[in-house]
């Protein structure tokens, strides 16, 4: 976001530094480095990652040497003292995680007084090594505070505001929702046009979320106990609150709400000085609880009669703690194998096109992205291919990231990747956010707020120009009322995340499936158009740090028009267009083991499946078991074979589909 949002460092082409195995040089350079010394990830071969698992590393733990000469060579003499896999094993999903080969990336530990790029540049030499990538470090990119709401006008707001649609008493301030084009005129001057929201009521008439989507957020760590967030927190059901055991045996203790990977802990952390309510802000966007009479409403967070969409959090930052490339791999990988479908991201690169001076330099092409960060790259394949189900609502993960606030005219990476989105972020009047980026690599817009834009609007409970932000929820040491304003592309992405997810939503109540790339093109086919706003002068107000003052400044709309991506984000379109969109979801076939069973839900197979009965029949019973227990199918394997079989449910409706039982099948869990 704008002035509150993280960024990660860039790091271009780091490995090649002009050094030998023979020749390994000694950092005594006092600077403080964007990377962590004496740590590399290296992705081995998988013969020489077979060995190192052979020779010591069975589950998890470490070893100290690879069992390879060339390799231990070099390890040797820089005092290398553990390799780890860097992705703990979970034996759920080691299948596809060696399929993908991402069992091959090891963490590298070593001396620190050795160079971490001159030991790259040794490893990556050798042929044994397929990939090496510094330990990255990832910063927030600014400290300021969040804007809160004060309990005076919370008061206010609780004792005046009524909807027909929503009983949640800060809606009208939340225009990006529903904008009526009447928030910000004055006089002659308008800068807010009806409809340049998201248009979430059109929406809401289909859903307003379902519990069953899930989205991980890849943030700070959210408030879990706001009382407009926790009833739509994500809980592993096979872990404990505040254990310290590894329950369900996936590598992470304690995971019962996410983890964080920033403090390598279960506990989820919100309320450190140095937290800064991001991650709580982002999380509310998408799934406040609507219609509960408190605070603000959502995108996606159904109401009292029914819940909605998850957040799994992936914490990235705890207090002081920063993330590093280890962690965001790591969460990235856990998001799909624990059921989430959306990475929300509000965080990226510097933009290759932003000014240097000020910026710093990033990444220009998706090829210096992949070199310069293959892991990073490796690990949002394996979300983007692996998350979700074949048999479910949504085949394939999306990654939703932030454009950047550079102004630059190029959108950030990781966002700007083929496979990714990237968000820009509009104003009430569906002109381009002063500070954001656009141009290549940009798939869509959304909201983000405009403070400087709005400057000048403002009332006794607002400082100037924040009702021209994104209001949501936040940890009570930002805000006593819960609730303040943040703006930037931060909040455009999870606008964006939030219409995605009320669109699976949508699409799982229809029992309609969609490949992940099928609902990113519906996403950019159904946007509202805005060019014909990109006429003109925009003038704003920009805060100088360094010499106290606001000046005027104007920006040319012309030279957007065409790179603010497909358009605005539009909820009501985008779900009209999931009526009849994808395949109908079809009852699967089913793999059981051997003397094994295997659980299916029944009622997500059918059209309002959670009100019928189903019953089953079996063409060869010696094969294969079924008991019926309401609509939860248990199958039991009872000798090696095929054969059909039927469910037919009460209003008439019947499926065919195949049973196969064999040794070996994986009949560990729901289907």
């Known amino acids: 976001m704008r002035r509150f949002y993280y960024t990660i460092l860039t790091i271009a082409l780091c490995v090649a530094v002009g050094?030998?195995?023979?020749?390994?040089?000694?950092?005594?350079?006092?600077?403080?480095?964007?990377?962590?010394?004496?740590?590399?990830?290296?992705?081995?071969?998988?013969?020489?990652?077979?060995?190192?698992e052979r020779d010591g590393l069975v589950t998890r733990g470490g070893v100290t040497r690879s069992g390879v000469h060339s390799v231990d060579e070099v390890l040797t003499l820089v005092g290398a003292y553990n390799l780890e896999r860097l992705f703990p094993v979970d034996m759920a999903t080691e299948a596809r995680t060696r399929e993908s080969g991402l069992h091959q990336w090891y963490i590298v530990r070593f001396d620190a007084q050795y160079s971490a790029q001159a030991v790259a540049e040794s490893l990556s030499s050798l042929g044994e090594v397929q990939?090496?990538?510094?330990?990255?470090?990832?910063?927030?990119?600014?400290?300021?505070?969040?804007?809160?709401?004060?309990?005076?006008?919370l008061k206010y707001l609780t004792a005046t505001r009524s909807s027909a649609v929503v009983n949640d008493p800060m809606y009208g301030l939340q225009w990006y929702l529903n904008n009526d084009g009447?928030?910000?005129?004055?006089?002659?001057?308008?800068?807010?046009?009806?409809?340049?929201?998201?248009?979430?009521?059109?929406?809401w008439e289909r859903s307003m979320?379902?519990?069953?989507?899930?989205?991980?957020?890849?943030?700070?760590?959210?408030?879990?106990?706001?009382?407009?967030?926790?009833?739509n927190i994500w809980v592993n059901e096979d872990e404990s609150f505040g254990s310290d055991s590894d329950n369900d045996d996936n590598g992470y203790k304690g995971d019962y709400n996410g983890y964080n990977f920033a403090a390598k802990q279960g506990t989820i952390t919100w309320n450190d000085v140095n937290d800064y309510g991001h991650g709580t802000h982002?999380?509310?966007?998408?799934?406040?609880?609507?219609?509960?009479?408190?605070?603000?409403?959502?995108?996606?967070?159904?109401?009292?009669?029914?819940?909605?969409?998850?957040?799994?959090?992936?914490?990235?930052?705890?207090?002081?703690?920063?993330?590093d490339a280890i962690g965001v791999a790591r969460a990235i990988k856990y998001a799909a194998d624990n059921g989430a479908v959306i990475l929300q991201c509000s965080w990226g690169y510097i933009s290759g096109a932003a000014d240097e001076v000020e910026w710093g330099v990033g990444y220009d092409t998706e090829e210096e992205w992949i070199a310069g960060s293959p892991l990073e790259k490796e690990s949002l394949d394996y979300f983007i291919h692996n998350a979700g189900s074949p048999n479910g609502t949504i085949d394939g993960g999306i990654a939703v990231y932030a454009a950047g606030n550079e102004w630059a005219a190029k959108a950030s990476y990781p966002g700007a990747a083929d496979e990714n989105i990237a968000v820009a972020a509009t104003a009430a009047d569906f002109t381009p956010a002063v500070y954001t980026n656009y141009g290549p690599g940009t798939n869509i817009s959304a909201p983000g707020g405009d403070q400087d834009y709005y400057y000048e609007y403002y009332d006794a409970d607002h400082a100037r120009g924040e009702l021209g932000c994104i209001l949501s929820t936040l940890p009570y040491h930002i805000s006593p009322s819960g609730?303040?304003?943040?703006?930037?592309?931060?909040?455009?992405?999870?606008?964006?995340?939030?219409v995605l997810a009320l669109a699976i939503s949508y699409a799982a109540e229809q029992r309609r499936h969609f490949k992940a790339s099928e609902l990113m093109e519906l996403m950019e086919q159904t946007a509202t158009p805005i060019d014909e706003y990109m006429t003109g002068k925009k003038s704003y107000y920009r805060y100088i740090a360094d010499m106290d003052l606001v000046r005027p400044m104007t920006i040319d709309l012309s030279v957007y028009r065409g790179k603010?991506?497909?358009?605005?984000?539009?909820?009501?379109?985008?779900?009209?267009?999931?009526?009849?969109?994808?395949?109908?979801?079809?009852?699967?076939n089913i793999y059981v083991a051997l003397d094994g069973e295997m659980v299916v839900a029944a009622s997500q197979y059918?059209?309002?499946?959670?009100?019928?009965?189903?019953?089953?029949?079996?063409?060869?019973?010696?094969?294969?078991?079924?008991?019926?227990?309401?609509?939860?199918?248990?199958?039991?394997?009872?000798?090696?074979?095929?054969?059909?079989?039927?469910?037919?449910?009460?209003?008439?409706?019947?499926?065919n589909f195949s049973i196969t039982v064999r040794e070996g099948a994986s009949s560990n869990g729901w289907l």
Do not use: W
């Open 131 to 153: 990939r090496v990538d510094l330990n990255r470090k990832i910063k927030r990119a600014y400290n300021r505070q969040a804007k809160p709401l004060t309990e005076q006008h």
């Open 282 to 323: 982002v999380a509310g966007t998408i799934a406040a609880q609507n219609n509960n009479g408190i605070g603000i409403a959502s995108i996606a967070g159904g109401d009292t009669n029914r819940s909605g969409v998850k957040i799994m959090v992936c914490q990235l930052f705890a207090g002081a703690r920063s993330a």
């Open 209 to 231: 979320g379902d519990e069953s989507v899930i989205v991980a957020v890849l943030d700070e760590g959210v408030f879990i106990n706001h009382p407009d967030l926790r009833d």
């Open 564 to 588: 603010m991506g497909a358009g605005q984000i539009n909820a009501a379109a985008l779900l009209a267009a999931i009526d009849g969109g994808g395949v109908a979801i079809r009852f699967p």
């Open 606 to 655: 059918f059209l309002q499946g959670d009100t019928l009965t189903y019953e089953v029949s079996i063409a060869d019973s010696s094969v294969v078991s079924c008991e019926v227990e309401g609509s939860k199918l248990r199958f039991k394997g009872l000798k090696c074979g095929s054969t059909t079989a039927t469910i037919k449910a009460n209003n008439g409706e019947e499926q």
């Open 19 to 52: 050094c030998s195995k023979e020749d390994v040089a000694v950092s005594c350079e006092p600077e403080v480095k964007p990377f962590v010394e004496g740590v590399l990830l290296v992705k081995f071969t998988p013969d020489v990652a077979e060995i190192i």
């Open 483 to 498: 609730y303040g304003f943040m703006e930037g592309t931060s909040m455009a992405t999870p606008q964006v995340s939030g």
């Open 182 to 203: 009447m928030m910000f005129t004055s006089g002659e001057e308008v800068k807010s046009v009806a409809g340049a929201d998201i248009r979430a009521e059109g929406a």
